[in-house]
């Protein structure tokens, strides 16, 4: 459903992607891992618009789109959850998830949306009215999640998810991960959480300054001894 | 000192605050969303007032029958300023994009003086003469409106921002442009109405103006300082502090006539601007950084 094909990603001068392939296919759950600057979150803002690759093609449902707007991208089933959540802190949890859903596909069943995003986060219920701003890190990256879903996306990217939560919370968050898949949607995982990442995606991709080093299915990668030197410290 | 005469002047400051709040809203509105300061904002309003008083000339309709037909001319210039040169420059360092909005504001203004001259103009409307007597208090009637139809539109604006669909992704784009563009907004759209939306603001008031003051093309050099010292004062990027803040400094210039000559209102707004600059540089109410 999405394939990357031998991007070029640069900030002026400097390279952060050279030549990246990566791809996703319907129900999957896919990772990609690698150390800080390694480029992970420039993939993300290459699929979704933001940065433009140089060279290379992103194609989604056989479009290409690594020229199309980033509102389009959205339109036809992208969302990305960002680093640092990227809420808007002023407006309540409510607006939050409702500015979600911005094209007439995702308003029509907006009601079922915020129903289901309150499913996966039963904590937001009582929040809703509250200013994001003042939620809790864990609270945030619950908004944020449930604002990617609102749009109701064919594919949804996420930012590492569990940055700055608690274990407990971390655990919560990867399984909710593999809920929103089994629901129909594949997932694109950036983490750092290099085990638990792996743990629950069908293949994943190592990126090495800005390269694919190492791709494989979550088992295959767990069990590479590169992956357990260099990631899981074994 | 006469109490009567104090109450009188605090209520022409508080009168004519309304119309610095509605202006200084518009500014704020735009710096919120886009982080840009209109410096040509006082020349917008002054195109208001043109458009407003050519109305009445030409066709005799009062400046308040015409507000929407002004406030949607002066929507669509701040709009075409957004497309053609803030969108332009958004990414710049700050420092740069100030000569682009100041030049727009010399064009503004230069244009008001090619087309209609350097003379002071003062229509009589229907009520630009009228008084009130509440009590001991004499109230000008075309203040007294300009005061109530400012409140009102700013209110409008509030509620236009809470509710509607636009406003909301108007607040979105303010609060987190990042945010804003990764939920499929079109931000320079929203960009393109923001600023048409301040624009519009303070060329309504610029029309509710044209009853109180003479109109000439110069005067936008100060309505500029006046809304923009408001915006400081009532916290960069909040609506709600600029009305706030625009009704303290009507109420404080008004009242500097107890002690100042006319000629010198600005220096209250001055000494306001470095007071709050050195003990409360994020303004009386919190703004954005
Ligand atoms: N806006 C930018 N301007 C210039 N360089 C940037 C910018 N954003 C990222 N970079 C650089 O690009 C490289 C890749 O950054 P990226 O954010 O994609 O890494 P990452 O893998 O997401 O890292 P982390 O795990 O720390 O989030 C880094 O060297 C970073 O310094
Ligand atoms: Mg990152």
Request: with cysteine; aromatic share 6%; net charge positive.
């Amino acid at each position: 459903m999405l394939k990357v094909s031998g991007i070029d990603v640069y900030y002026g001068d400097m390279a952060a992607l050279s030549n990246v392939g990566i791809d996703v296919n319907r129900g999957e759950i896919v990772a990609v891992v690698g150390s800080n600057g390694a480029g992970k979150s420039t993939l993300l803002k290459a699929i979704s618009g933001i940065q433009r690759p140089r060279t290379g093609t992103i194609r989604f449902n056989d479009t290409e789109i690594s020229r199309t707007s980033t509102s389009r991208i959205v339109e036809v089933g992208i969302s990305h959850v960002p680093e640092g959540r990227q809420l808007f802190p002023t407006m309540t949890v409510l607006e939050n998830l409702e500015m979600g859903a911005q094209f007439p596909r995702a308003r029509k069943c907006l009601p079922e949306s915020l129903k289901k995003v309150l499913d996966y986060f039963p904590r937001l219920k009582e929040r809703l009215s509250q200013k994001a701003g003042t939620l809790s890190g864990g609270e945030q990256q619950m908004v944020a999640m449930g604002r990617g879903l609102m749009s109701v996306p064919a594919l949804m990217m996420l930012d590492e998810p569990s940055l700055g939560l608690a274990p407990v919370l971390v655990s919560k968050i990867f399984e909710i991960i593999q809920r929103i898949n089994q629901q129909g949607t594949a997932i694109l995982l950036i983490e750092q959480n290099v085990f638990h990442s792996l743990k629950i995606s069908d293949r994943g991709f190592v990126l090495e300054n800005g390269r694919v080093a190492l791709t494989g299915t979550g088992e295959e990668l767990l069990a590479s001894p590169h992956i357990r030197k260099m990631y899981l410290g074994l | 000192m006469d109490p009567h005469y104090l109450l009188q002047l605090a209520i022409q400051g508080i009168l004519l605050g309304g119309l610095y709040g509605l202006i200084a809203v518009g500014l704020s509105l735009i710096f919120g969303v886009m982080g840009i300061i209109n410096f040509a904002h006082g020349q917008m309003m002054v195109m208001g007032m043109y458009v407003s008083y050519w109305i009445f000339v030409l066709l005799g309709i009062d400046p308040y029958l015409s507000l929407i037909v002004v406030a949607a001319v002066i929507f669509v210039l701040g709009y075409l300023v957004q497309a053609t040169v803030v969108n332009r420059i958004l990414d710049y360092p700050e420092a740069m994009q100030v000569l682009p909005l100041v030049a727009v504001g010399l064009v503004l203004e230069n244009t008001a003086l090619l087309l209609w001259g350097p003379d002071y103009r003062s229509p009589q409307t229907a009520l630009s003469l009228e008084t009130l007597w509440i009590g001991p208090v004499m109230i000008d009637v075309s203040r007294l409106i300009a005061f109530v139809l400012a409140i009102l539109i700013t209110t409008g604006i509030f509620v236009f921002l809470k509710k509607t669909r636009t406003g909301k992704r108007i607040r979105a784009a303010s609060d987190n442009r990042m945010g804003a563009i990764l939920v499929g907004i079109n931000v320079n759209r929203i960009n393109n109405a923001s600023f048409g939306l301040g624009a519009a603001a303070t060329g309504a008031a610029g029309a509710l103006l044209l009853p109180l003051m003479p109109l000439s093309p110069h005067m936008g050099h100060d309505f500029t300082l006046t809304a923009f010292i408001v915006v400081i004062l009532g916290g960069m990027g909040n609506l709600i502090g600029a009305l706030a803040g625009g009704l303290i400094l009507g109420v404080a210039e008004s009242l500097s006539a107890l002690f100042l000559p006319a000629t010198l209102k600005q220096v209250v707004s001055f000494s306001i601007l470095i007071i709050i600059m050195l003990f409360r540089p994020q303004g009386l109410f919190a703004g954005k950084k």
